[in-house]
Antibody, heavy 118, light 107 residues
């Protein structure tokens, strides 16, 4: 059974960038799309974007379109989320999730805390 | 973008009781709706996909129904481990969107 393991917590300054990784183990990263979802403290889930690793095709939420880049490296079975021009409102828990058969996210990473603070 | 609204915001029930959660979409999503459960400090867990299909390993007490704009998640008899927040999510149109969640807590 595939597992997704994310990189560790990050503390960043406003205006900087962060890159979070999501590594698949026990299975292929390429079979299904990988989505990125974030959750601000005490808030709900917010979809940011998705990549289909085999083709490199990406979809982004319009809200993040100009600040987010999602990539994947099939050779290392790792997907990445990079968010630039960070502001305090980007402080959140960032999850990757496998979009199984495009019907829902059935496998999730453990989450990566990103704190944006001066 | 498709906006999902969930009701109630909070549902206070006792173990053994039936829980009925609602999700309404701002436009038709067909049957392209999923439900997730999230507990504090954990990633969400997929419960239901395509409105009424239980995901792998999900107990039969969880069921989903609905189509178009109105959907329901029913937990037939609450177990202690079911007290959590539940989110609906649509995949009919980009961007994928989630509802704001319903918290099921212990009465």
């Amino acid at each position: 059974q595939v597992q997704l393991v994310q990189s560790g917590a990050e503390v960043k300054k406003p205006g900087s960038s962060v890159k979070v990784s999501c590594k698949a183990s026990g299975g292929s990263l390429s079979t299904y799309p990988i989505s990125w979802v974030r959750q601000a403290p005490g808030q709900g889930l917010e979809w940011m974007g998705e990549i289909m690793p085999t083709f490199g095709t990406v979809k982004y939420a319009e809200k993040f379109q100009d600040r987010v880049t999602i990539t994947a490296d099939e050779s290392t079975s790792t997907a990445y989320l990079e968010l630039s021009s960070l502001r305090s409102e980007d402080t959140a828990l960032y999850f990757c999730g496998r979009n199984w058969n495009y019907v829902g996210m059935d496998v999730w990473g453990q989450g990566t805390t990103v704190i944006v603070s001066s | 973008e498709i906006v999902l609204t969930q009701s109630p915001v909070t549902l206070s029930l006792s173990p053994g009781e039936r829980a009925t959660l609602s999700c309404r979409a701002s436009q038709s999503v067909g049957s392209y709706l999923a439900w997730y459960q999230q507990k504090p400090g954990q990633a969400p867990r997929l419960l239901i996909y395509d409105a009424s299909n239980r995901a792998t390993g999900i107990p039969a007490r969880f069921s989903g129904s609905g189509s178009g704009t109105d959907f329901t998640l029913t937990i037939s008899s609450l177990e202690p481990e079911d007290f959590a927040i539940y989110y609906c999510q649509q995949r009919s149109n980009w961007p994928l969107t989630f509802g704001p969640g319903t918290k099921v807590d212990i009465k």
